[in-house]
């Protein structure tokens, strides 16, 4: 049965810093009754049980039996409803060794803890009132990022950018909803009749479809794209794959099919969280190894959301290329034409270019921002994100938002269609309903289980 029925206060403890050696491991908890828990495993149980909410105190955990000690520690107070969860809380910052917080868990496992479940003490959060739903998933969010800009955008998520927009059209909908109660209750001819007021509907309708836009670039920088690099041999891609990664990663000589075997890496182009793959220089080989790197990064290609086809521009566009390049466009994966070797190619090269073609020199790193900015025209559709936007990432909320649209426009056409007012009402409603789930008013236990089970233990 599911844990997340209904909100539980039994205490819970995880380790909340990731597994490996580090300065500091956090193991965090939660529940009722859990600072009494702990000041039994503590040097200093009086103090700590005396502590006051949002205090820090230094001492060690200890087996109350054997008075055996496990680790230096600072103890972090938090007194309900002043936490994180909500519920009385308290942080050990240990040191950070594996298999000290791990002796420390089983500590606390032997002395009235239980662990956590993946993404619980925000469950509780949400469950007390600390979090809606959007904020609750700007978590998960905030700690997977993989760029700076998409950590940003989780961290506006996270700060109610999307609750407050949802919840403004929602206020105004309650106002639509209660001229349309009112002339439900009341006869006509007592209070004459209420305008149901259209701008409220246009409003909701406009923010809405802003916000639900918004999902496109939402996914593309939490989510990233894979792209891949492509060409014959020599034609430069190992050495753009380091300028882009900043780093000496593949092996770059002038031997003609250097590269063997695909090569990936993540790297932030523009904000969004590349994975980037070098690839074996594209031949017609009778070699079996470098034949069976060519098939593999044959299926990188396909598999990739961009392709950026490199051709020396020394040499200039050659059958095998224009084959390939066919061939790429016939899988449907879009291709941006790199020209590489700008340094040494005659000076007039960029004039005689295509369009859609880009101009580099790995060598000297020129045309790498005109690079990156045809990266982001191609998979990002020229959409750049501000520092703070308000993005949607959720499937779960696009879905509702699409609901709500969907809801709104049969109102609209209802108002149209001179409807009676109850139909309105009903079909307001649904709206009204898909807004509250999306910040969780609403939410059933299968929507919160899937939610918090793709969450991090300790979160
Ligand atoms: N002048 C100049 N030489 C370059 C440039 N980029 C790469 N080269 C040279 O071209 C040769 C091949 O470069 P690589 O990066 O190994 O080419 P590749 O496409 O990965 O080749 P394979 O792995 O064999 O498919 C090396 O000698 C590089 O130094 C450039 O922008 N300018
Ligand atoms: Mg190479």
Redesign the pocket.
Known sequence: MSTYLSLSDDPIAAVATPFGEGAIGVIRTSGDGCIELCSALFSRPDQLRAAEGHTVLHGYLQDPASGQRYDEVLATVFRAPRSYTGQESLEFSCHGSPAGLQAIMGLLLQHGFRSAEPGEFTLRAFLNGKLDLTRAEAVQELVTAKTRTAHSLALARLSGGIFQRIDAVKQRLVQAMAAVSIQLDYPEDEIGEVPLPRSDIDFARQELRGLQSTYRSGRLYQEGVRIALA?R???????LFNLLVREDR?I????????RDYIETMVSIEGIPVRLF?T??LRDTDESVEFEGIRRSGMIIESAALVLY?IDAVEGLQPEDLSRLEQIRDSGVPCIQVW?????ADADLPDKLPSDAVAI????GAGLDALHHAVLASVGQGEGISDGAVVIDSQRQHDLLLRALQGLDQVASDVDAGEPMDILALDLQEVLGALGEITGEVTSADVLDAMFSGFCVGK
Not at 233 to 239: D, H, L, P, R, Y
Not at 252 to 259: A, K, R
């Open positions: 060409g041999t020599n034609a430069g891609k190992s050495s593949s770059v000589s002038d031997q003609h099919g250097t590269t070098d074996a220089g490199l590489n070797k700008l340094d040494t020199s790995a060598r000297t």
